[in-house]
Protein backbone atom coordinates (compact mmCIF):
# COMPACT_ATOMS: atom_id res chain seq x y z
CA UNK A 1 0.00 0.00 0.00
CA UNK A 2 1.36 3.81 -0.22
CA UNK A 3 0.65 5.87 2.26
CA UNK A 4 0.53 9.76 1.58
CA UNK A 5 2.26 11.64 4.80
CA UNK A 6 2.36 15.28 5.05
CA UNK A 7 2.86 16.66 8.27
CA UNK A 8 6.18 18.77 8.47
CA UNK A 9 7.72 17.08 11.13
CA UNK A 10 11.43 17.48 11.18
CA UNK A 11 12.27 14.20 13.46
CA UNK A 12 11.45 11.68 10.34
CA UNK A 13 14.60 12.62 8.57
CA UNK A 14 16.85 11.04 11.39
CA UNK A 15 14.34 8.07 11.74
CA UNK A 16 14.10 5.38 9.76
CA UNK A 17 9.99 5.91 9.05
CA UNK A 18 10.51 6.37 5.48
CA UNK A 19 13.14 3.55 4.75
CA UNK A 20 10.27 1.02 3.45
CA UNK A 21 9.62 3.07 0.23
CA UNK A 22 6.15 3.05 0.32
CA UNK A 23 5.73 6.77 2.78
CA UNK A 24 5.94 9.40 1.01
CA UNK A 25 6.38 12.36 2.74
CA UNK A 26 5.28 15.46 1.26
CA UNK A 27 5.15 18.32 4.12
CA UNK A 28 4.05 20.94 1.62
CA UNK A 29 1.05 19.21 0.75
CA UNK A 30 -0.15 19.61 4.30
CA UNK A 31 -1.67 23.10 4.16
CA UNK A 32 -2.37 22.44 0.47
CA UNK A 33 -5.55 22.87 -1.34
CA UNK A 34 -7.87 20.13 -1.37
CA UNK A 35 -7.62 19.74 -4.94
CA UNK A 36 -3.83 19.56 -4.80
CA UNK A 37 -3.84 17.16 -2.20
CA UNK A 38 -6.24 14.82 -4.14
CA UNK A 39 -4.37 14.94 -7.20
CA UNK A 40 -1.03 13.68 -5.26
CA UNK A 41 -3.19 11.08 -3.08
CA UNK A 42 -4.33 9.61 -6.98
CA UNK A 43 -1.16 10.26 -8.64
CA UNK A 44 0.69 8.00 -5.87
CA UNK A 45 -1.81 5.41 -5.70
CA UNK A 46 -2.21 6.03 -2.15
CA UNK A 47 -4.82 4.76 0.06
CA UNK A 48 -3.79 5.94 3.48
CA UNK A 49 -3.44 9.70 4.21
CA UNK A 50 -1.84 10.91 7.58
CA UNK A 51 -1.93 14.70 8.27
CA UNK A 52 -2.64 17.66 10.40
CA UNK A 53 -6.19 18.17 10.17
CA UNK A 54 -8.69 16.59 8.32
CA UNK A 55 -9.30 17.00 4.62
CA UNK A 56 -12.85 18.81 3.29
CA UNK A 57 -15.86 16.29 2.37
CA UNK A 58 -15.31 16.73 -1.59
CA UNK A 59 -11.82 15.71 -1.19
CA UNK A 60 -12.38 12.85 0.73
CA UNK A 61 -15.23 11.59 -1.26
CA UNK A 62 -13.09 11.85 -4.36
CA UNK A 63 -10.61 9.71 -2.57
CA UNK A 64 -12.61 6.88 -1.46
CA UNK A 65 -14.38 6.57 -4.55
CA UNK A 66 -11.38 5.94 -7.28
CA UNK A 67 -8.53 5.24 -4.56
CA UNK A 68 -7.40 1.78 -5.88
CA UNK A 69 -8.70 0.01 -2.58
CA UNK A 70 -10.07 0.75 1.02
CA UNK A 71 -9.17 4.26 2.43
CA UNK A 72 -7.45 5.11 5.98
CA UNK A 73 -7.29 8.66 7.28
CA UNK A 74 -5.22 10.11 10.47
CA UNK A 75 -5.35 13.57 11.45
CA UNK A 76 -4.67 15.28 14.90
CA UNK A 77 -7.65 15.24 17.14
CA UNK A 78 -6.47 18.58 18.63
CA UNK A 79 -6.95 20.62 15.54
CA UNK A 80 -10.82 20.60 14.75
CA UNK A 81 -12.03 19.97 11.38
CA UNK A 82 -12.50 22.39 8.72
CA UNK A 83 -15.77 20.81 7.12
CA UNK A 84 -18.23 18.83 8.42
CA UNK A 85 -18.25 15.21 9.51
CA UNK A 86 -20.51 14.90 6.42
CA UNK A 87 -20.36 11.21 4.89
CA UNK A 88 -17.16 10.90 2.78
CA UNK A 89 -18.28 7.70 0.92
CA UNK A 90 -17.34 3.89 1.37
CA UNK A 91 -14.67 2.41 2.47
CA UNK A 92 -12.77 5.45 4.55
CA UNK A 93 -11.89 4.70 7.88
CA UNK A 94 -10.85 7.84 10.18
CA UNK A 95 -8.44 7.68 12.75
CA UNK A 96 -7.99 10.93 15.28
CA UNK A 97 -5.10 11.11 17.04
CA UNK A 98 -2.74 12.73 19.60
CA UNK A 99 0.52 15.26 17.89
CA UNK A 100 2.39 15.30 15.33
CA UNK A 101 5.63 13.60 16.90
CA UNK A 102 7.03 10.19 16.18
CA UNK A 103 5.17 8.05 18.71
CA UNK A 104 2.11 9.25 16.96
CA UNK A 105 3.04 8.74 14.13
CA UNK A 106 3.92 5.31 14.43
CA UNK A 107 0.47 4.79 16.13
CA UNK A 108 -1.35 6.03 13.34
CA UNK A 109 1.16 4.43 11.00
CA UNK A 110 0.60 0.83 12.56
CA UNK A 111 -3.46 1.50 13.12
CA UNK A 112 -3.11 1.95 9.23
CA UNK A 113 -1.05 -0.81 8.57
CA UNK A 114 -3.11 -2.94 10.75
CA UNK A 115 -6.53 -2.29 9.33
CA UNK A 116 -5.30 -3.08 5.89
CA UNK A 117 -4.13 -6.47 7.45
CA UNK A 118 -7.60 -6.87 8.75
CA UNK A 119 -9.34 -6.08 5.44
CA UNK A 120 -7.11 -8.77 3.93
CA UNK A 121 -9.41 -11.45 2.59
CA UNK A 122 -8.77 -14.98 4.52
CA UNK A 123 -9.92 -18.86 4.06
CA UNK A 124 -12.27 -20.46 6.04
CA UNK A 125 -13.93 -24.08 5.34
CA UNK A 126 -17.44 -24.28 4.39
CA UNK A 127 -19.50 -25.16 7.26
CA UNK A 128 -19.77 -29.12 6.87
CA UNK A 129 -23.11 -30.58 6.41
CA UNK A 130 -25.05 -30.68 9.45
CA UNK A 131 -22.16 -29.13 11.87
CA UNK A 132 -20.49 -32.01 11.93
CA UNK A 133 -16.61 -32.16 12.65
CA UNK A 134 -14.68 -33.62 10.05
CA UNK A 135 -11.36 -35.34 9.39
CA UNK A 136 -8.06 -33.55 9.99
CA UNK A 137 -4.52 -35.13 9.50
CA UNK A 138 -1.58 -33.20 11.55
CA UNK A 139 1.58 -33.35 9.79
CA UNK A 140 4.67 -32.54 12.29
CA UNK A 141 4.02 -34.01 15.78
CA UNK A 142 5.83 -31.25 17.76
CA UNK A 143 4.14 -29.24 20.10
CA UNK A 144 2.58 -27.18 18.53
CA UNK A 145 0.40 -29.59 16.32
CA UNK A 146 0.15 -31.98 19.75
CA UNK A 147 -1.93 -29.14 21.27
CA UNK A 148 -4.03 -28.27 18.04
CA UNK A 149 -4.68 -32.12 17.96
CA UNK A 150 -5.80 -32.20 21.54
CA UNK A 151 -8.29 -29.32 20.90
CA UNK A 152 -9.79 -31.09 17.78
CA UNK A 153 -10.59 -34.20 19.56
CA UNK A 154 -12.15 -32.14 22.34
CA UNK A 155 -14.55 -30.49 19.55
CA UNK A 156 -15.09 -33.69 17.93
CA UNK A 157 -12.48 -33.90 14.98
CA UNK A 158 -11.25 -36.90 13.61
CA UNK A 159 -7.06 -36.90 13.69
CA UNK A 160 -4.44 -38.49 12.90
CA UNK A 161 -0.43 -37.34 13.02
CA UNK A 162 2.31 -38.00 10.63
CA UNK A 163 5.82 -37.09 11.30
CA UNK A 164 8.93 -37.70 9.26
CA UNK A 165 10.97 -38.71 12.45
CA UNK A 166 10.90 -41.85 14.71
CA UNK A 167 8.74 -42.01 17.75
CA UNK A 168 10.07 -39.90 20.36
CA UNK A 169 12.96 -41.37 22.35
CA UNK A 170 13.54 -44.17 20.07
CA UNK A 171 16.78 -42.68 18.14
CA UNK A 172 19.42 -40.35 19.26
CA UNK A 173 17.91 -36.00 19.59
CA UNK A 174 19.76 -35.22 16.08
CA UNK A 175 16.87 -37.63 14.07
CA UNK A 176 14.06 -34.93 15.50
CA UNK A 177 12.55 -31.33 14.94
CA UNK A 178 12.51 -28.97 17.51
CA UNK A 179 10.01 -30.28 20.31
CA UNK A 180 11.82 -34.12 20.65
CA UNK A 181 15.64 -32.43 19.86
CA UNK A 182 15.55 -30.05 21.99
CA UNK A 183 16.16 -30.30 25.84
CA UNK A 184 13.02 -30.89 28.26
CA UNK A 185 12.47 -27.63 28.62
CA UNK A 186 9.33 -24.95 27.80
CA UNK A 187 8.83 -22.00 29.21
CA UNK A 188 5.76 -19.74 29.26
CA UNK A 189 6.20 -15.96 29.50
CA UNK A 190 4.17 -12.90 28.27
CA UNK A 191 7.01 -11.96 26.32
CA UNK A 192 8.25 -15.48 25.58
CA UNK A 193 7.85 -14.67 21.38
CA UNK A 194 9.27 -11.26 20.64
CA UNK A 195 10.19 -9.61 17.74
CA UNK A 196 13.95 -8.65 17.21
CA UNK A 197 13.88 -6.37 14.28
CA UNK A 198 14.98 -2.91 15.22
CA UNK A 199 12.43 -1.08 17.85
CA UNK A 200 14.26 2.47 17.67
CA UNK A 201 13.27 4.64 15.85
CA UNK A 202 16.53 6.53 15.15
CA UNK A 203 18.44 3.20 14.96
CA UNK A 204 20.05 1.33 12.28
CA UNK A 205 19.14 -2.34 11.27
CA UNK A 206 20.32 -4.82 13.30
CA UNK A 207 23.60 -6.40 12.07
CA UNK A 208 22.44 -10.02 13.87
CA UNK A 209 22.76 -12.12 11.05
CA UNK A 210 25.96 -10.55 9.22
CA UNK A 211 28.49 -11.59 12.05
CA UNK A 212 29.36 -15.17 13.11
CA UNK A 213 28.09 -16.10 16.88
CA UNK A 214 31.54 -15.60 18.09
CA UNK A 215 31.85 -12.46 17.46
CA UNK A 216 28.62 -11.89 19.45
CA UNK A 217 25.95 -11.98 16.26
CA UNK A 218 23.65 -15.02 15.40
CA UNK A 219 25.35 -16.55 11.58
CA UNK A 220 26.29 -19.85 12.02
CA UNK A 221 26.86 -20.27 9.14
CA UNK A 222 30.58 -19.62 6.65
CA UNK A 223 29.35 -15.99 5.09
CA UNK A 224 30.75 -16.99 1.85
CA UNK A 225 28.21 -20.10 1.95
CA UNK A 226 24.65 -18.22 2.27
CA UNK A 227 22.51 -18.50 -1.08
CA UNK A 228 20.50 -15.64 -2.80
CA UNK A 229 17.62 -16.99 -0.74
CA UNK A 230 19.37 -16.82 2.52
CA UNK A 231 21.01 -13.33 1.44
CA UNK A 232 16.90 -11.52 0.41
CA UNK A 233 15.69 -13.18 4.16
CA UNK A 234 18.53 -11.58 6.08
CA UNK A 235 17.65 -7.75 4.11
CA UNK A 236 14.53 -8.40 4.60
CA UNK A 237 14.93 -8.90 8.29
CA UNK A 238 17.05 -5.29 8.21
CA UNK A 239 13.98 -3.79 5.79
CA UNK A 240 11.20 -3.67 8.76
CA UNK A 241 11.12 -0.03 9.69
CA UNK A 242 11.38 0.54 13.79
CA UNK A 243 7.33 1.47 13.81
CA UNK A 244 6.27 -1.46 12.30
CA UNK A 245 8.66 -3.89 14.62
CA UNK A 246 6.65 -1.95 17.07
CA UNK A 247 3.70 -2.76 15.79
CA UNK A 248 4.20 -6.71 15.04
CA UNK A 249 5.66 -6.68 18.53
CA UNK A 250 2.21 -5.46 20.10
CA UNK A 251 0.45 -7.99 17.79
CA UNK A 252 2.70 -11.05 18.92
CA UNK A 253 2.09 -9.70 22.58
CA UNK A 254 -1.67 -9.59 21.78
CA UNK A 255 -1.79 -13.62 21.03
CA UNK A 256 0.53 -14.57 23.45
CA UNK A 257 -1.91 -13.00 26.28
CA UNK A 258 -4.87 -15.05 24.67
CA UNK A 259 -2.73 -18.01 24.83
CA UNK A 260 -1.99 -17.51 28.62
CA UNK A 261 -5.57 -17.39 28.94
CA UNK A 262 -5.93 -20.80 26.94
CA UNK A 263 -3.15 -22.44 28.95
CA UNK A 264 -5.17 -21.79 31.85
CA UNK A 265 -7.99 -23.41 30.88
CA UNK A 266 -6.37 -26.19 29.44
CA UNK A 267 -4.53 -26.99 33.03
CA UNK A 268 -8.56 -26.57 34.67
CA UNK A 269 -9.93 -29.19 31.82
CA UNK A 270 -7.27 -31.76 31.13
CA UNK A 271 -5.28 -31.58 34.71
CA UNK A 272 -3.91 -34.81 33.87
CA UNK A 273 -1.74 -33.91 31.18
CA UNK A 274 0.21 -31.38 33.39
CA UNK A 275 0.94 -33.92 36.12
CA UNK A 276 4.66 -35.43 36.69
CA UNK A 277 5.78 -32.73 34.20
CA UNK A 278 7.85 -30.84 36.83
CA UNK A 279 5.25 -27.70 36.72
CA UNK A 280 6.86 -24.79 38.13
CA UNK A 281 4.65 -21.58 38.32
CA UNK A 282 6.66 -17.58 38.22
CA UNK A 283 9.42 -16.61 36.51
CA UNK A 284 12.30 -14.94 37.87
CA UNK A 285 14.05 -12.46 35.46
CA UNK A 286 17.57 -11.95 36.26
CA UNK A 287 19.96 -9.26 34.74
CA UNK A 288 23.93 -8.56 34.51
CA UNK A 289 23.70 -4.70 33.95
CA UNK A 290 21.59 -2.37 35.96
CA UNK A 291 20.82 -0.52 32.60
CA UNK A 292 19.64 -3.42 31.55
CA UNK A 293 17.49 -4.55 34.49
CA UNK A 294 15.99 -1.00 34.38
CA UNK A 295 14.86 -1.19 30.87
CA UNK A 296 13.44 -4.60 30.95
CA UNK A 297 11.63 -3.82 34.41
CA UNK A 298 10.07 -0.59 32.82
CA UNK A 299 8.59 -2.85 29.83
CA UNK A 300 7.19 -5.51 31.79
CA UNK A 301 5.27 -2.54 34.13
CA UNK A 302 3.99 -1.06 30.94
CA UNK A 303 2.26 -4.47 29.80
CA UNK A 304 0.93 -5.36 33.60
CA UNK A 305 3.58 -8.46 34.12
CA UNK A 306 5.44 -8.02 36.80
CA UNK A 307 4.36 -9.50 40.18
CA UNK A 308 7.07 -8.67 42.32
CA UNK A 309 10.51 -6.44 42.17
CA UNK A 310 13.04 -7.48 44.32
CA UNK A 311 15.90 -5.85 45.49
CA UNK A 312 19.12 -7.76 45.40
CA UNK A 313 18.59 -8.42 48.96
CA UNK A 314 15.50 -9.60 48.13
CA UNK A 315 16.18 -11.86 45.88
CA UNK A 316 18.71 -13.50 47.78
CA UNK A 317 16.48 -14.48 50.30
CA UNK A 318 13.78 -15.82 47.62
CA UNK A 319 16.15 -17.55 45.53
CA UNK A 320 19.24 -18.72 47.72
CA UNK A 321 20.75 -20.50 45.26
CA UNK A 322 21.53 -16.89 43.08
CA UNK A 323 23.44 -15.74 46.17
CA UNK A 324 26.61 -15.76 45.22
CA UNK A 325 25.89 -14.13 41.61
CA UNK A 326 24.42 -11.27 43.58
CA UNK A 327 27.25 -11.01 46.03
CA UNK A 328 29.89 -11.41 43.33
CA UNK A 329 28.30 -9.06 40.92
CA UNK A 330 27.47 -11.44 37.98
CA UNK A 331 23.55 -10.63 38.50
CA UNK A 332 22.59 -7.00 39.39
CA UNK A 333 19.11 -8.37 40.51
CA UNK A 334 15.95 -9.22 39.43
CA UNK A 335 12.32 -9.52 39.05
CA UNK A 336 9.12 -12.17 39.21
CA UNK A 337 6.96 -12.25 36.34
CA UNK A 338 4.14 -14.57 35.52
CA UNK A 339 4.73 -17.80 33.58
CA UNK A 340 5.44 -21.00 33.95
CA UNK A 341 7.88 -23.57 33.04
CA UNK A 342 7.70 -27.56 32.35
CA UNK A 343 9.42 -30.52 31.05
CA UNK A 344 8.01 -30.63 27.92
CA UNK A 345 9.14 -34.44 27.19
CA UNK A 346 7.30 -35.73 29.95
CA UNK A 347 4.43 -33.70 28.51
CA UNK A 348 4.53 -34.49 25.46
CA UNK A 349 3.99 -37.88 26.50
CA UNK A 350 1.46 -37.51 28.17
CA UNK A 351 -0.73 -35.52 25.46
CA UNK A 352 0.42 -38.55 22.85
CA UNK A 353 -1.07 -41.19 25.51
CA UNK A 354 -4.14 -38.94 25.83
CA UNK A 355 -4.55 -38.41 22.30
CA UNK A 356 -4.16 -42.30 21.61
CA UNK A 357 -6.73 -43.20 24.26
CA UNK A 358 -9.03 -40.98 22.25
CA UNK A 359 -8.62 -42.64 19.01
CA UNK A 360 -5.75 -40.29 17.44
CA UNK A 361 -3.85 -42.50 15.17
CA UNK A 362 -0.02 -41.83 15.03
CA UNK A 363 2.46 -42.44 12.27
CA UNK A 364 6.22 -42.31 12.57
CA UNK A 365 8.96 -41.96 10.08
CA UNK A 366 5.92 -41.09 7.93
CA UNK A 367 6.51 -37.95 5.59
CA UNK A 368 4.25 -36.30 3.53
CA UNK A 369 7.40 -35.47 0.82
CA UNK A 370 4.65 -33.39 -1.77
CA UNK A 371 1.82 -31.87 -1.96
CA UNK A 372 0.09 -31.99 -5.54
CA UNK A 373 -1.54 -29.03 -7.39
CA UNK A 374 -3.54 -28.65 -10.55
CA UNK A 375 -2.95 -26.46 -13.46
CA UNK A 376 -4.15 -23.39 -11.58
CA UNK A 377 -2.44 -24.27 -8.08
CA UNK A 378 -5.01 -25.81 -6.39
CA UNK A 379 -4.33 -28.38 -4.05
CA UNK A 380 -5.47 -31.82 -4.97
CA UNK A 381 -3.57 -34.29 -2.94
CA UNK A 382 -1.19 -35.32 -0.85
CA UNK A 383 1.65 -37.95 -1.33
CA UNK A 384 2.38 -40.04 1.54
CA UNK A 385 2.41 -44.13 2.32
CA UNK A 386 -0.46 -43.37 4.79
CA UNK A 387 -3.56 -42.70 2.51
CA UNK A 388 -4.79 -39.21 2.80
CA UNK A 389 -8.53 -39.19 1.54
CA UNK A 390 -10.32 -36.66 -0.11
CA UNK A 391 -12.24 -33.89 1.37
CA UNK A 392 -10.02 -34.53 4.72
CA UNK A 393 -8.49 -31.39 6.37
CA UNK A 394 -4.50 -30.92 6.42
CA UNK A 395 -2.95 -28.79 8.93
CA UNK A 396 1.09 -29.04 8.35
CA UNK A 397 3.59 -27.16 11.03
CA UNK A 398 6.66 -28.98 9.86
CA UNK A 399 9.25 -26.58 11.90
CA UNK A 400 12.18 -25.85 9.66
CA UNK A 401 11.88 -29.18 7.84
CA UNK A 402 8.47 -28.61 5.70
CA UNK A 403 10.21 -26.69 2.62
CA UNK A 404 8.46 -28.82 -0.18
CA UNK A 405 5.14 -28.85 2.16
CA UNK A 406 5.57 -24.86 1.80
CA UNK A 407 6.01 -25.36 -2.19
CA UNK A 408 3.44 -23.40 -4.05
CA UNK A 409 1.92 -21.22 -0.90
CA UNK A 410 2.93 -17.96 0.41
CA UNK A 411 4.92 -19.33 2.92
CA UNK A 412 7.17 -20.15 0.78
CA UNK A 413 10.66 -19.13 1.69
CA UNK A 414 9.72 -17.77 4.60
CA UNK A 415 11.08 -20.06 7.70
CA UNK A 416 14.73 -20.24 7.60
CA UNK A 417 16.41 -22.07 10.63
CA UNK A 418 18.17 -20.39 13.88
CA UNK A 419 19.61 -22.73 16.03
CA UNK A 420 19.38 -22.51 19.97
CA UNK A 421 21.77 -25.04 22.48
CA UNK A 422 21.18 -26.57 25.67
CA UNK A 423 23.49 -27.34 29.00
CA UNK A 424 22.57 -29.14 32.12
CA UNK A 425 23.60 -28.70 36.06
CA UNK A 426 22.79 -30.25 39.25
CA UNK A 427 20.12 -28.83 41.23
CA UNK A 428 20.96 -30.73 44.33
CA UNK A 429 21.75 -28.59 47.52
CA UNK A 430 19.88 -25.45 47.58
CA UNK A 431 18.20 -25.95 45.05
CA UNK A 432 16.61 -23.37 42.93
CA UNK A 433 12.80 -23.43 42.87
CA UNK A 434 11.31 -20.63 40.53
CA UNK A 435 12.71 -21.17 36.17
CA UNK A 436 15.23 -17.98 35.46
CA UNK A 437 15.29 -15.66 32.50
CA UNK A 438 19.18 -14.15 32.33
CA UNK A 439 20.26 -11.20 30.56
CA UNK A 440 24.15 -10.81 29.75
CA UNK A 441 23.72 -7.59 27.65
CA UNK A 442 27.01 -7.89 25.24
CA UNK A 443 27.52 -11.81 25.50
CA UNK A 444 28.43 -14.08 23.26
CA UNK A 445 24.36 -15.49 24.53
CA UNK A 446 22.80 -13.06 26.04
CA UNK A 447 19.47 -14.43 26.50
CA UNK A 448 19.48 -17.83 28.41
CA UNK A 449 16.44 -19.74 29.77
CA UNK A 450 17.42 -21.96 33.09
CA UNK A 451 14.41 -24.84 33.50
CA UNK A 452 13.79 -26.66 36.57
CA UNK A 453 13.78 -30.04 35.74
CA UNK A 454 13.86 -33.95 36.95
CA UNK A 455 16.49 -36.28 34.62
CA UNK A 456 14.69 -39.59 33.66
CA UNK A 457 16.75 -40.98 36.78
CA UNK A 458 14.85 -39.09 39.01
CA UNK A 459 17.34 -36.42 39.87
CA UNK A 460 16.88 -32.88 40.08
CA UNK A 461 18.87 -30.47 37.28
CA UNK A 462 18.77 -27.48 35.70
CA UNK A 463 18.16 -27.15 31.73
CA UNK A 464 20.39 -24.12 30.62
CA UNK A 465 19.06 -23.55 26.89
CA UNK A 466 20.54 -20.45 24.72
CA UNK A 467 21.86 -18.84 21.89
CA UNK A 468 20.65 -17.64 18.19
CA UNK A 469 22.75 -19.28 15.76
CA UNK A 470 21.08 -18.65 11.46
CA UNK A 471 20.95 -21.88 9.81
CA UNK A 472 19.44 -20.38 7.24
CA UNK A 473 17.53 -22.94 4.74
CA UNK A 474 19.60 -25.81 6.09
CA UNK A 475 19.43 -27.03 9.70
CA UNK A 476 23.46 -27.54 9.07
CA UNK A 477 25.93 -25.64 11.18
CA UNK A 478 29.71 -24.28 11.28
CA UNK A 479 31.58 -26.62 14.23
CA UNK A 480 33.45 -22.84 14.68
CA UNK A 481 30.86 -21.09 15.72
CA UNK A 482 28.85 -24.48 17.63
CA UNK A 483 31.94 -24.50 19.78
CA UNK A 484 31.41 -20.62 20.49
CA UNK A 485 27.98 -21.23 21.38
CA UNK A 486 28.39 -23.98 23.73
CA UNK A 487 31.32 -22.27 25.45
CA UNK A 488 29.44 -19.14 25.94
CA UNK A 489 26.58 -21.13 27.56
CA UNK A 490 29.28 -22.75 29.75
CA UNK A 491 30.09 -19.71 30.67
CA UNK A 492 26.47 -18.49 31.92
CA UNK A 493 26.32 -21.72 33.77
CA UNK A 494 29.58 -20.92 35.49
CA UNK A 495 28.86 -17.55 36.01
CA UNK A 496 25.41 -18.79 37.71
CA UNK A 497 26.32 -21.81 39.60
CA UNK A 498 30.03 -21.59 40.12
CA UNK A 499 30.05 -24.69 42.27
CA UNK A 500 27.66 -26.94 40.89
CA UNK A 501 28.47 -29.94 39.04
CA UNK A 502 27.51 -31.15 35.43
CA UNK A 503 25.12 -34.55 36.21
CA UNK A 504 26.33 -37.61 36.39
CA UNK A 505 26.27 -40.20 34.12
CA UNK A 506 22.72 -41.12 33.22
CA UNK A 507 21.22 -44.15 32.54
CA UNK A 508 19.32 -43.13 29.97
CA UNK A 509 20.36 -42.19 26.49
CA UNK A 510 18.25 -39.32 26.01
CA UNK A 511 20.16 -37.91 28.87
CA UNK A 512 22.91 -38.42 27.55
CA UNK A 513 24.84 -35.59 26.44
CA UNK A 514 27.26 -32.73 27.56
CA UNK A 515 25.78 -29.76 24.47
CA UNK A 516 22.97 -30.51 21.92
CA UNK A 517 21.01 -27.94 19.83
CA UNK A 518 17.55 -27.56 18.20
CA UNK A 519 16.96 -25.67 15.02
CA UNK A 520 13.90 -23.05 15.29
CA UNK A 521 11.60 -21.68 12.51
CA UNK A 522 12.30 -18.43 12.49
CA UNK A 523 10.77 -15.09 10.37
CA UNK A 524 12.16 -12.14 8.74
CA UNK A 525 9.29 -10.20 10.01
CA UNK A 526 9.13 -12.31 13.98
CA UNK A 527 5.68 -12.94 13.00
CA UNK A 528 4.32 -16.98 12.86
CA UNK A 529 2.99 -17.58 9.71
CA UNK A 530 -0.83 -19.15 9.30
CA UNK A 531 -2.08 -19.58 6.08
CA UNK A 532 -4.94 -22.04 4.33
CA UNK A 533 -5.97 -22.37 1.26
CA UNK A 534 -9.11 -24.92 -0.24
CA UNK A 535 -8.52 -27.42 -1.44
CA UNK A 536 -10.06 -29.50 -4.58
CA UNK A 537 -12.02 -31.33 -2.80
CA UNK A 538 -13.64 -29.09 -0.35
CA UNK A 539 -10.87 -29.69 2.44
CA UNK A 540 -8.89 -27.07 3.65
CA UNK A 541 -4.49 -27.27 3.54
CA UNK A 542 -3.64 -24.84 6.51
CA UNK A 543 -0.15 -23.82 7.73
CA UNK A 544 1.06 -22.62 11.20
CA UNK A 545 4.59 -22.41 11.98
CA UNK A 546 7.61 -19.94 11.87
CA UNK A 547 7.11 -18.97 15.88
CA UNK A 548 10.82 -18.24 16.58
CA UNK A 549 11.50 -18.63 20.60
CA UNK A 550 7.16 -18.64 20.78
CA UNK A 551 5.73 -22.20 19.76
CA UNK A 552 5.30 -23.76 22.48
CA UNK A 553 3.94 -20.38 24.03
CA UNK A 554 1.55 -19.81 21.52
CA UNK A 555 0.82 -23.28 20.35
CA UNK A 556 -3.10 -22.82 22.17
CA UNK A 557 -4.04 -20.25 20.62
CA UNK A 558 -2.71 -21.64 16.80
CA UNK A 559 -4.93 -24.37 18.01
CA UNK A 560 -7.65 -21.79 18.50
CA UNK A 561 -7.00 -20.16 15.39
CA UNK A 562 -6.74 -23.46 13.26
CA UNK A 563 -10.34 -24.81 15.24
CA UNK A 564 -11.98 -21.55 13.89
CA UNK A 565 -11.07 -21.80 10.25
CA UNK A 566 -12.22 -25.49 10.22
CA UNK A 567 -15.47 -24.28 11.52
CA UNK A 568 -15.77 -21.28 9.38
CA UNK A 569 -14.89 -18.58 11.40
CA UNK A 570 -12.33 -15.77 11.49
CA UNK A 571 -9.23 -15.39 14.48
CA UNK A 572 -7.05 -12.65 15.07
CA UNK A 573 -4.29 -14.88 14.28
CA UNK A 574 -5.44 -15.19 10.95
CA UNK A 575 -4.51 -11.62 9.54
CA UNK A 576 -1.85 -11.10 12.18
CA UNK A 577 0.22 -13.81 10.73
CA UNK A 578 -0.74 -13.69 7.32
CA UNK A 579 2.69 -14.89 5.24
CA UNK A 580 1.89 -11.88 2.72
CA UNK A 581 1.77 -9.53 5.65
CA UNK A 582 4.81 -7.24 5.13
CA UNK A 583 4.98 -7.82 1.47
CA UNK A 584 1.46 -6.51 0.78
CA UNK A 585 2.21 -3.10 2.83
CA UNK A 586 5.30 -3.03 1.00
CA UNK A 587 2.96 -3.15 -2.68
CA UNK A 588 5.73 -2.52 -5.08
CA UNK A 589 8.24 -1.30 -3.38
CA UNK A 590 11.44 -3.93 -2.79
CA UNK A 591 14.12 -2.09 -0.02
CA UNK A 592 15.24 -5.74 0.16
CA UNK A 593 16.76 -5.03 -2.83
CA UNK A 594 19.31 -2.74 -1.64
CA UNK A 595 19.79 -4.36 1.27
CA UNK A 596 21.04 -6.97 0.09
CA UNK A 597 24.02 -6.08 -1.01
CA UNK A 598 25.51 -5.44 1.84
CA UNK A 599 28.41 -7.75 2.64
CA UNK A 600 28.56 -10.04 5.34
CA UNK A 601 31.20 -10.36 7.86
CA UNK A 602 32.89 -13.42 7.89
CA UNK A 603 35.08 -15.18 10.64
CA UNK A 604 38.04 -15.58 8.28
Known amino acids: ?11 LGTSDFLRSGNIIHAPLLDTAPGGQLLDAL ?19 RSWSRNAPGPTFLSYASGAPPRYPLDDTGPGLTELPRDGDGLEAIATALAHCERHAAFTRPTTRAATPAGGRPGEVFLVGAGIVNLVTALYLTEHGHRVTVLDRSPAPGSAGWEAYGCTHAGDDARMFTFTEMDSYNNQDF ?9 KPVERHGWLARDAWSLTPEEHAWIAEFESVPSWLARAYNDDIFSLTAEAAEEWTLLRHRLPGLFDGVVLTDGILRVYSDPAHLKAALARHRALGAVLAELSPDELARAAPALAAPLRDGALAGGFLVPGFTLNVHKFTERAVTRLQERGVRFHWNTEVSRVRRDASGTVTGFDCAVHIPPGAHVVASPGVYGGELLRGTPCEGKIHGVLGGWMRVSNPSAPLRNSLKVGRRGHVTEDANVTVAVDRDGREVLIVGSGYGYTGTTTEADERQLTAMRAAIADTVERLFPDRPGPLAPAHRDDDYGFKYCVRPWTATSLGLYHAEPTADAGLFVITGGHNTGGFAQSPVTARAVLASLRGRTHPMHALYHPERLTAFLAGTRPADALAALPLASHH
Open 202 to 210: HGPPPDHFR
Open 42 to 60: LSHGATALITSHRPDGPTL
Open 1 to 11: MKILLTLPTAD
